[in-house]
């Protein structure tokens, strides 16, 4: 009897490992020969709030556009806004749900902490409140906790990858209580709760775990972060490379085209230029040159107050021809780089962004629902790299 107990057991445990591993659909977990040539849409927050009517049209749209993945917030300060026992799932099984008919795969994006998990210097230090919910939780153990949550409601659905928090080499969106009472990026804080997310994700599935997208950030400050290749060389020793299956980037351009050979095109420095800003050397001096590099954001507004470059600062949106080239070249060129997953759009349509300084100009149809020149360009960019 203890033989066959002890065989039972590892019979469920073998099933709680990897029997999550396809989706309500039939789709095997992403390896990387399967996800090298999608393409995704990054929606953020936008698709909660929409109706059942909305969000149907939406993901029809988006799933016309022959892309396959769609980025997803999933807050924890949304999700368990009042303590660590209660969990409001709802509007994220809505979501899901949609994205499973749709056959749209899910990379969701876990962070910002709720007022109860915040650290205690930060949470004193920062009073606004949507600044606050990007101070670093006051427990790795409790951000594990919920990624665990998160990934044993959802990895038997179509949430087939997970990325850890988003652009945390900015301050706007990390923050780390200094010495002197400031606050400031910290990659081997992040890697702290990035390991302790990662590892309760990877105990019950085998998608995709990816690092939070890092900011193309070429003139850093106390004020404003760290560039991606000195974060991610600081970050990733403290990492536990068995966990990730990549890290995440976002190699926005504008006002360039993606192939515009300079040190402050991000596109660019993913793989080229100098030794310093290259992130495949960097990953590779790391040890990490056998992982993924995913891009989680990528595109260009076509809204704001400044069209033409000054002395000092660079335009802040393009012309929706410009947007259009961008994203073509963009797509048509990131799958010629080597070992790289998904290259996600921001965003499908101005209508569900935020209509602040640029951010409500980065969509493929303007406000009126009526497409930009990006939208098809997009579409027929995705076309011929699934059929070359």
């Not at 891009?295 to 600062?313: I, M, N, P, Y």
């Not at 949106?317 to 990131?334: K, L, M, N, S, Y």
Request: glycine share 8%; aromatic share 12%.
């Amino acid at each position: 009897m203890k033989k066959l107990s002890f065989i039972f057991s590892a019979i469920l445990w073998v099933f709680e490992i990897f029997g999550s591993a396809t989706t309500a659909y039939g789709m095997q977990a992403p390896s990387h020969s399967e996800t090298r040539y999608e393409t995704g849409i990054s929606t953020s927050f936008t698709l909660l709030g929409m109706s059942d009517s909305d969000l149907e049209s939406r993901l029809t749209d988006i799933k016309s556009l022959g892309t396959t993945w769609i980025r997803v917030d999933f807050s924890w300060n949304t999700i368990q806004p009042d303590g660590p026992r209660e969990y409001n799932w709802r509007g994220y099984d809505r979501v899901v749900a949609a994205a499973t008919k749709h056959q749209l795969k899910v990379l969701a994006l876990i962070g910002y902490a709720p007022p109860w998990a915040r650290e205690p210097r930060c949470k004193a230090l920062v009073k606004n409140e949507e600044m606050a919910q990007k101070c670093n939780p006051r427990s790795s153990e409790e951000f594990g906790g919920f990624a665990r949550a998160a990934v044993l409601r959802y990895s038997d659905k179509s949430v087939r990858g997970w990325e850890i928090w988003n652009e945390p080499n900015l301050n706007a969106f990390w923050k780390t209580t200094q010495s002197d009472n400031s606050t400031f990026v910290d990659p081997i804080a992040y890697a702290r709760f990035a390991n302790a997310a990662a590892y309760q994700i990877r105990q019950h599935t085998d998608a995709v775990i990816i690092t939070g997208g890092l900011s193309p950030l070429f003139e850093p400050s106390r004020s404003t972060g760290m560039r991606q290749s000195e974060y991610l060389a600081k970050l990733l020793p403290h990492l536990d490379h068995n966990l990730f299956t990549g890290v995440s980037i976002h190699p926005y351009t504008w006002p360039l085209l993606p192939t515009r050979a300079v040190s402050y095109n991000a596109f660019h420095t993913v793989d080229n230029g100098s030794p310093k800003y290259n992130l495949r050397t960097v990953m590779n001096s790391a040890g990490w040159g056998d992982k993924q590099i995913w891009g989680t954001e990528f595109g260009a507004s076509t809204k704001g107050k400044r069209l033409q470059a000054t002395r000092h600062l660079r335009p802040d949106h393009v012309t929706e021809a410009v947007q259009a080239q961008i994203i073509a070249q963009g797509v048509g060129e990131w799958y010629d780089k080597s070992n790289v997953g998904p290259l996600f759009v921001h965003s499908d349509s101005d209508q569900w962004l935020h209509n602040n300084k640029t951010e409500g100009g980065f969509g493929l149809r303007r406000d009126d629902g009526t497409k930009k020149p990006a939208y098809d360009a997009l579409k027929q960019a995705t076309q011929q790299i699934r059929d070359p």
